[in-house]
């Protein structure tokens, strides 16, 4: 079966660091632009990175450009969130998805309607 699975959320102090993995099975992740997503409560779900299986081009919102770094290891079968410099405001369910119709070929995609794969999410917590 095709399936994604985050991990690596968790509780943090504002300006430390995490890093969310996005572990797939039952299908090839790096052929698939993948996206990472966040939704804090009561706000819509919001892209905040992608990486594109065509040349591995990355996007990231303007939220968290140089503080997120997105990364894939083919080998892992795996996509990488790197956050530092966390704020309270990055506080949010964390999710990954695939584009696995192949919809975009270009480029990958920041909003959900490019994605129709889509992990459980983890929580990330920005606390003292």
């Known amino acids: 079966q095709v399936q994604l699975v985050e991990s690596g959320g968790g509780l943090v102090q504002p300006g430390g660091s995490l890093r969310l993995s996005c572990a797939a099975s039952?299908?090839?992740?790096?052929?698939?632009?993948i996206g990472w997503f966040r939704q804090a409560p009561g706000k819509e779900r919001e892209g905040v990175s992608c990486?594109?299986?065509?040349?591995?081009?990355?996007y990231y919102a303007d939220s968290v450009k140089g503080r997120f770094t997105i990364s894939r290891d083919n080998a892992k079968n795996t996509v990488y969130l790197q956050m530092n410099s966390l704020k309270p405001e990055d506080t949010a369910v964390y999710y990954c998805?695939?584009?696995?119709?192949?919809?975009?070929?270009?480029?990958?995609?920041?909003?959900?309607?490019?994605?129709?794969?889509w992990g459980q999410g983890t929580q990330v917590t920005v606390s003292s």
């Open positions: 039952g299908f090839t992740l790096n052929y698939y632009n």
């Open positions: 998805a695939a584009d696995y119709r192949l919809l975009f070929r270009a480029m990958c995609v920041m909003f959900t309607g490019g994605y129709d794969r």
């Open positions: 990486i594109s299986s065509s040349d591995g081009s990355t």
